[in-house]
């Protein structure tokens, strides 16, 4: 990959500053526009890097938007190194951050004051299925990288499985993640 310029980091900074404001339901629900972004059109990061940088932040204690940063690091460290994956960190950090911040502390400031209308109750109800949405196309990313094969019957059958079990049982998801390694490991999926 070539070095990135100013514009390349403007862009990439208002890009994420776009999806900040799209991110209801938190960032991870923005996933499938950043594999868009980065991997398809900008070819800024590969599938692997991709999802690797989903999965680590997940797996990583800490706030669920881990993933942006190292999103951000693997850019400017295919662009020139450690000194630009540092760069990349804060350029995606602070775009993915602050608009929402902002806005979400102004919103509840209003909301709360307002609590009682009848379009804000209406509001919070209607948020619940977008989220839902949304959630699902980020696993659909994230179980297919960018190769949409419904034949590959494996992938969705553990896929369909494990959604039922975390609808129906109080399982702890780290024990689906060890088998979801394990068959990967032996190259089920």
Known sequence: MTALSSSDWLDLFAHFATLSLLSVGGAITTAPDMHRYLVDTRH??????????????????????????????????????????????????????????????MAAKWGQANRELRAVRAFKQGMAPIVVALLVATGWILATGSKYDVRDWPLWLVTGVTTLIVWRTKLHLLWLLGAGAVLGWFGLV
């Open 44 to 105: 800024w990061l590969t599938d692997p890097q991709f999802s690797a940088s989903i999965a680590i932040a997940q797996a990583a204690p800490g706030p669920n938007v881990l993933f942006v940063a190292l999103m951000g690091w693997n850019v400017g460290l295919n662009a020139g190194g450690l000194p630009l994956a540092a760069l990349g960190l804060v350029v995606a950090m602070v775009g993915i951050l602050l608009p929402s911040t902002t806005l979400t502390y």
